[in-house]
């Protein structure tokens, strides 16, 4: 069993066999690097400046300059292929994004008590990409703002403060979200009005199930089950259920999105217990998955509320809850909700533009074929280097988990790996409860150049790593 003390994951609702004699690592520490070892003069006047709080990529923080595309420039002249970062959705300094922004900005930027009608056409085109009973939204600035929002629509819908999250789950940074953020924790404990669950890994409900149906149904059955002890547990507590909160692809969790669907009877738990299924889109929406705009979709549900953010504005800030009109109608019963910043009539002519060049530019399909290829070159790798145990994701997000030579999931081979990639300008990150999963998002724009650079990248980062 973990350390529950340092994990900040006591609050589980399942054994947690696939930790044994390993680390949790929080989601801010997995990809930082050791603050004593600031080199450079503006990675030094960063720590001064933000104190404790700095987080910096990387052994040396790179010091970046520009970007274009689907890729960053340094200060030094290097150019790195960015596969780390999914807000620049359409590509860094898209041309539409800049215009549109610029064009507003030098026109009218204010609140949303007057009528703008940007932000009503705006509005309108993110419902015509969502189902029809999803029909009420409301902007804001950040994920974690859409998050807290969710929350408090379904506490104030099911009478409840219960709620169900995965034991790596990152969901934002107000105090209410943060204690349902369990990788956030250094230490401590997770309230008792929150329960985690295992990750949908097959490492954990299938380890040792050789035939893939099988498999499949160990996930799926098993998940559903741990939501259901999860359920009964807040019963116990006295909490009742208010949600399910979950990210679709489970991003922070390692990224798992097999089997197709598997969501579905776990959902269907939690409704039955009068609680909430709450779509956390923040990383997977906008299309990264290639076959759906949202990971819902990909599950075959329709949420009660679902959260946006990250890609929304393509690097300009803004983010949503989505929810039905009778759900919003009884949170607003007892608390208004005004947000000065979010909805803003830039924030929506930047994501009009991020939608239009989605379409125009038939970025899913793209993220579809581009995603199958690094996932192919990948395997491919996979069967000459065994660093790398496991390949999964859909589209362009994709998780690799990263053993070390014992055959075990490691966080310092998964931090070494992205360091050698970073030498081969490849910009990469880790994910997973252990930090032993590298994290794939690039922009949605890769073309098959950049991923033979990648893949071509990939096998020298490996073949060093084996050799130091
Ligand atoms: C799944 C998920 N939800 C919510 C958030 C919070 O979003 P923000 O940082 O915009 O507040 C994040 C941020 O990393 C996230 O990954």
Redesign the pocket.
Known sequence: MINSSTSGTSNTAAPQSHNQGTTNKGILDMNAFDHHSAQSPAAKRRLANQGAAAVLFYQQPIEMVSAQGAWMQAADGTEYLDCYNNVPCIGHSHPAVTEAVSQQLSKLNTHTRYLVDVVDEYLEALKARLPAELSNVMLTC????A?DLAMRVAMAHSGARGFIVTEAA????TALVTDASPSSLKRGQLPDHVVTIPAPAKSYYAADITDPQQAELAIRQGFARDVQRAIDTLQQRGHGVAGLLV?SVF??DGIHTAPQGFLADAVAAVKRAGGLYLA?E??PGFGRLGSHFWGFQFHGLIPDVV?M??PMGNGFPM?AMVTRPDLLADFCQTTGYFNTFGGNPVACAAGLAVLQVLKQENLLANASQRGKELKQGLLQLAREYPTLAEVRGQGLFIGVDIHNASGQPCASTTKHLIEQLKQQKVLSGAAGLLGATLKLRPSMTLNDREVDFFLTAMRVALRKSTID
């Open positions: 950040s994920g974690s703002e998050n990152y969901h934002g940074n990210d991003s922070s956390d923040v990383q959260t953010g990250k983010a």
